[in-house]
């Protein structure tokens, strides 16, 4: 089949461990990066946000990290809870209206 | 109402069919997106609308036809589709532009199809 051979990144971590899950960008000129949470059976959901002239900032439980340098972006997700095991995509604004996803990475939350 | 509702959940149907896909907001959002999502990939955007005109197609094939009746309403319609395209596509709205907040895209849970 098509997918043979692919498969997400996977992040296995423990109930109330903490989470860091990595996004390498392409553009430089992109001025705007979301992330977003993608659980089974479900559409994309928007977690936290970041603009290009910030380096961090913090929600609830979540952080997202920002390097322009690299062109690299972090979420780390506090005391993570089995709830939070769902696949998540960075997303970064690429012109006009217009969103562009990266790879993904499967966060798996073991009791 | 913050949500974006897909119809169907799941369609299946063969190469020689025509069906549609819908989608509906009530947020009052002017912008509207296709995405098509392969298993273990990420989204891939298809289609924008912003206020209610086609401002992107991202090189889709023909067989693929968008049309956005107002402002609350999106469709795609499907024709003469092969078994590659089967596939989740979703259906997400924002803001009309301008601002950063255009971007925030909310998504409904999608239509799986596939194509035999």
């Known amino acids: 089949g098509e997918n043979v051979g692919l498969h997400l990144p996977t992040l296995s971590v423990q109930e109330g461990d903490n989470s860091i899950i990595n996004c390498a960008y392409s553009n430089s000129a992109s001025d705007y990066f979301i992330w977003y949470k993608q659980e089974s059976g479900k559409g994309p959901q928007f977690i936290i946000d970041i603009r290009s002239n910030m380096d961090k900032r913090q929600g609830q439980r979540v952080t997202v990290l920002l390097n322009k340098t690299v062109k690299h972006l972090s979420l780390q997700i506090a005391a993570t809870q089995p709830g939070d095991s769902a696949v998540y995509f960075c997303?970064?604004?690429?012109?006009?209206?217009?969103?562009?996803f990266g790879a993904g990475t499967r966060l798996a939350v073991h009791p | 109402d913050t949500e974006v509702t897909q119809t169907p959940k799941h369609l299946v149907m063969g190469m020689t069919n025509k069906k549609s896909l819908k989608c509906e907001q009530h947020?009052?959002?002017?912008?509207m997106y296709w995405y098509k999502q392969k298993a273990k990939k990420p989204p891939e955007l298809m289609f924008v609308?912003?206020?209610?005109?086609?401002?992107i197609n991202e090189s889709v094939p023909s067989r693929f036809s968008p049309e956005c009746p107002n402002s609350s309403l999106l469709n795609l319609h499907l024709h003469a589709l092969q078994p590659e395209d089967s596939a989740l596509y979703l259906c997400?709205?924002?803001?009309?532009?301008?601002?950063?907040?255009?971007?925030?895209?909310?998504f409904g849970a999608g239509s799986r199809l596939t194509v035999l």
């Open positions: 609308y912003s206020y209610e005109k086609l401002s």
């Open positions: 997303a970064e604004k690429s012109g006009y209206n217009k969103l562009i």
């Open positions: 997400a709205s924002s803001q009309g532009p301008p601002g950063l907040r255009a971007n925030v895209l909310t």
């Open positions: 947020m009052g959002h002017r912008a």
